[in-house]
C-alpha cells in the first residue's frame, strides 16, 4: 500500500491550500485517515483524523480552519486549510490504516509527506 500526498507548496498568510493524500496497491480496505504536520526537529503531531463513515476530529489550533474529508470510492482523503499562518509552515503527512487483502491484518502506512509553507 502506498500514500502519495499532493497539494503542497507556498501560500500567503490568510491565503488556503488543499492537500490530497491517495492510497494505492492492495487494499482490501481503509479504516482512519490522518493528517499529521512535522516542524524541523520536532515530532509528527496529529492535525486531523478522519474514520471510514466521515466522523472528523481537530487538534485545537487547527479546528475551524481546517477541514478533512475522503472520497471512500477513490481511496483519497482531502485537507482543504483556510486562514493560513506563518505557524501552520511544515511538513504535512497523511496516513492510513489500512488492511490488504491477504488477510494479513491492519497497518498503519504513511505518505512521503509535502512541504507547505505559509509567508509573505
Known amino acids: 500500500v502506498q500514500l502519495v500526498e499532493s497539494g503542497g507548496g507556498s501560500v500567503q498568510p490568510g491565503g488556503s491550500l488543499r492537500l490530497s493524500c491517495q492510497a494505492a496497491g492492495d487494499i482490501f480496505r481503509i479504516n482512519t485517515m490522518g493528517w499529521y504536520r512535522q516542524f524541523p526537529g520536532k515530532p509528527r503531531e496529529l492535525l486531523a483524523s478522519?474514520?471510514?463513515?466521515?466522523?472528523?476530529n481537530y487538534e485545537d489550533t487547527v479546528r475551524g480552519r481546517f477541514t478533512v474529508s475522503r472520497d471512500n470510492a477513490k481511496n483519497t482523503m482531502f485537507l482543504q486549510m483556510s486562514r493560513l499562518t506563518p505557524e501552520d509552515t511544515g511538513f504535512y503527512y497523511c496516513?492510513?490504516?489500512?488492511?490488504?487483502?491477504?488477510?494479513?491484518?491492519?497497518?498503519?502506512?504513511w505518505g512521503q509527506g509535502t512541504q507547505v509553507t505559509v509567508a509573505s
Open positions: 478522519i474514520g471510514p463513515t466521515g466522523t472528523a
Open positions: 496516513t492510513a490504516k489500512a488492511a490488504r487483502t491477504d488477510g494479513s491484518g491492519w497497518t498503519n502506512y
